[in-house]
């Protein structure tokens, strides 16, 4: 039998904030581009004779923010652990991405494509989109939380 450890290593929790930070500023840029620009039109185009398609009010505005925040969190924190226990490479990185991208995005969207609640269109550009955002959220982490450049 094969036993293996993982001594897991003090965190910088300095490097942390700091590459959370960044993917704030990243994240929420990202994602009011990606809606505002893409999803959205898309969506009142996909979905026409339903009303309030893609609707965006305060309190939407205020569910999004929550969403961006438990996005943020669960994707820094994912690809922090996962280039802590894979290595800092940029094959890591992009991996690492991947796998936060599987299961956030692609879940949410292969979701509501299956609902009926949007077409293959939309789905390819958000996912597209989302992966991209991804992949240069896990560099911004492997940049600032392993100075990787």
Wanted: glycine letters at 6%; proline letters at 3%; hydrophobic letters at 60%.
């Amino acid at each position: 039998m094969i036993t293996t450890s993982y001594e897991p290593k003090p965190i910088n929790t300095r490097a942390f904030w700091l590459a959370l930070l960044v993917n704030m500023v990243w994240i929420n840029v990202s994602e009011v581009f990606r809606y505002f620009v893409f999803v959205m039109p898309m969506m009142r185009d996909a979905l026409p004779t339903l009303e309030n398609v893609a609707p965006m009010s305060w309190t939407i505005f205020l569910i999004w923010g929550v969403w961006d925040t438990i996005l943020i969190f669960c994707v820094t924190g994912f690809i922090w652990i996962y280039l802590e226990r894979f290595g800092c490479g940029l094959v890591s990185a992009i991996a690492g991405a991947s796998f936060a991208w599987l299961g956030i995005f692609v879940i949410l969207w292969l979701g509501l494509y299956n609902m009926n609640l949007t077409n293959l269109s939309v789905v390819g550009v958000a996912l597209l989109l989302s992966w991209i955002e991804l992949v240069v959220a896990a560099l911004i982490v492997r940049r600032f939380g392993f100075n990787y450049r």
